[in-house]
């Protein structure tokens, strides 16, 4: 059985640490350009993660270093916010 209260916690991470975001967008190529405009010349590593079985969409890793909280939250809201992503996980 889960206790409610433990689903509830904050997830504790200790900074700095590798951090994979998942991207999903519909067109590789573009995707990869709007990855790009958002982390600039970081130092990362970018994977390809899944292809939907129509191909209508494609989903990669983003594995990078972040230094805290709130860059890794800046940087999964400009991820969201690109017009070329559809999701980020």
């Known amino acids: 059985m889960v206790n409610i209260n433990d689903v509830n916690q904050k997830l504790e991470l200790t900074y700095p640490t590798n951090w994979r975001y998942k991207i999903v967008g519909a067109e590789r190529e573009k995707l990869e350009q709007a990855i790009y405009d958002v982390i600039l010349k970081r ?27 709130d860059e890794r939250q800046f940087i999964y809201e400009a991820l969201k916010a690109h017009q070329h992503i559809k999701m980020v996980l």
């Open 43 to 69: 130092e990362n590593t970018l994977s390809h993660a899944n292809t939907s079985r129509t191909g209508k969409y494609v989903s990669l890793n983003l594995d990078l270093l972040v230094q805290n909280e």
